[in-house]
């Protein structure tokens, strides 16, 4: 089964609204969370990594102050896209760091599907 | 060069052949390698971790070779339901950030 909740699976909302995205671990306690974006046909992009109780470590090139992330407890970091335009239409995955012998691994939420109109 | 590399495809292979691709890395240092199934419009899967001494699950075996810094993933006997595209991702020494491969799509005909 899934080890990773992510929230809403689709959004489909109207330029200037913001979405936010919830992502949960499970099973599990994950200190890390990644948030990634991937355009069609394209490879994940990771925007940021999110930290529980501390600020998230954006990517170059992505906008902390319209991808706003907040990681208040060990099994849930969320994203919030403030004012949506269809430039941010995409598909966005979470995932969580778990340990699994001497490796971290990380799964996947299921993704959420943003349409901005 | 991009940190990880991978063959885009598509490979269009029939049912039931074997079929091989590779990832690159330029971190000589990496330490972790992992294999990714993703289906169109789908999450990443695990689909299964690197060894130095290479590992097998199934159908599928995945390779680490250290000296020329790559990782190769063999599927035998190819199912219909194999068609995904298959992304690489590796861990930088010291670091818990997943490095990933653009994908490779596989596509397997009857």
């Known amino acids: 089964g899934a080890v990773v909740s992510q929230h809403p699976s689709w959004v489909i909302c109207k330029s200037g609204t913001s979405v936010k995205i919830e992502c949960r671990s499970l099973?599990?306690?994950?200190?890390?969370m990644f948030w990634y974006r991937q355009f069609p046909k394209q490879s994940l992009m990771l925007m940021a990594t999110s930290n529980e109780g501390s600020k998230a470590t954006y990517e170059q090139g992505v906008e902390k102050d319209k991808f706003l992330i907040n990681h208040a407890s060990l099994t849930l970091s969320t994203l919030t896209v403030t004012s949506a335009h269809p430039e941010d239409s995409s598909f966005y995955i979470c995932?969580?760091?778990?340990?699994?012998?001497?490796?971290?691994?990380?799964?996947f939420g299921a993704g959420t599907r943003l349409s901005v109109l | 060069r991009k940190e990880v590399e991978q063959d885009p495809g598509p490979f269009n292979v029939p049912e039931g052949a074997t079929v091989a691709f590779n990832c690159t890395y330029s971190n000589s240092a990496s330490q972790s390698f992992f294999w990714y199934r993703q289906d169109c419009r789908k999450e990443p899967k695990l689909l299964m971790s690197v060894y130095s001494s290479g590992n097998e699950d199934g159908r599928f075996t995945a390779q680490l070779n250290r000296a020329s810094q790559y990782i190769s993933l063999l599927i035998r006997d190819s199912k219909l339901s194999d068609s995904a595209t298959y992304l690489c991702?590796?861990?930088?020494?010291?670091?818990?950030?997943?490095?990933w491969g653009a994908g490779t799509k596989l596509i397997i005909k009857p």
């Open positions: 991702a590796v861990a930088p020494s010291g670091n818990y950030q997943l490095i």
């Open positions: 995932s969580a760091r778990r340990l699994a012998g001497d490796k971290n691994i990380q799964y």
């Open positions: 099973d599990f306690q994950a200190t890390t």
